[in-house]
């Protein structure tokens, strides 16, 4: 089975600072790793994805995240945090097979203070 | 070129009344997939819609049914109202050489009182 535990429920940054949101999976099967962003009262978006190909990902909006397998962490980074960063961002997994179910983290709020 | 779009935005059902609710995919997207994501939590995943089939689905109970389309778009509908079931319910789309790729609409807010 797979799943996803995301460290902290909460995190908040001064506006300029770095952003490291914390995302630990596991699976019985090479992942897909996905990080998602949502803001209030809106669906999500998806802000990047690993598909097995280079372990570092560039998504949207200077993000980032390290895939590091020895760790079975997905980090999401970005090196200078904006007001509009605000929001709820969640880590998800999938075994990539036919369907491509995604089994979500319980989700990180981030908070920046200006 | 829309994305993908859910209706209602908003609903208010009463306990043990039945719901609707309808999604239609982005444009060239195929599969159909649907998550439930309660207050606080991240979504959970119902079922997934692939040629008018449910392909998977997740630990929801019988109350929970779907169907899709010829041309793609899906319903979700759920039985007998719980207050349990008050969430946001997300539709996304993904098309078939991509299942992972998942496009989430807007969701729509079940309110069961």
């Known amino acids: 089975a797979q799943s996803v535990t995301q460290l902290g429920s909460h995190v908040s940054v001064s506006e300029g600072a770095l952003v490291l949101l914390r995302c630990n999976y596991s699976?019985?099967?090479?992942?897909?790793l996905f990080w998602y962003v949502q803001y209030p009262n809106q669906g999500l978006q998806l802000l990047l994805k690993?598909?097995?190909?280079?372990?570092l990902v560039k998504g949207i909006n200077d993000f980032e995240a390290e895939f590091k397998k020895s760790e079975t962490s997905f980090h999401l980074t970005k090196p200078s945090a904006h007001m509009s960063d605000a929001a709820e961002y969640f880590c998800?997994?999938?075994?990539?097979?036919?369907?491509?179910?995604?089994?979500f983290g319980q989700g990180t709020e981030l908070s920046v203070k200006p | 070129d829309a994305g993908v779009t859910q209706s209602p935005t908003h609903l208010i059902k009463t306990r043990g009344q039945q719901v609707t609710l309808r999604c239609s995919p982005k444009s060239g997207h195929d599969t159909v997939s649907w998550y439930q994501q309660a207050l606080g939590q991240g979504p959970q995943f119902i079922f997934q819609y692939y040629e008018e089939e449910e392909r998977q689905r997740g630990n929801f109970p019988d109350r929970f049914s779907g169907h899709q389309f010829p041309n793609y778009s899906s319903e979700l509908n759920v039985n007998a109202l719980l207050l349990g079931d008050s969430a946001l319910y997300l539709c996304a789309s993904s098309p078939i050489d991509s299942p992972t790729e998942q496009y989430f609409g807007p969701g729509t807010r079940l309110t069961v009182t």
């Open positions: 998800a997994v999938s075994d990539g097979n036919q369907g491509g179910k995604l089994i």
């Open positions: 690993y598909t097995s190909a280079a372990t």
């Open positions: 699976s019985s099967v090479p992942p897909y």
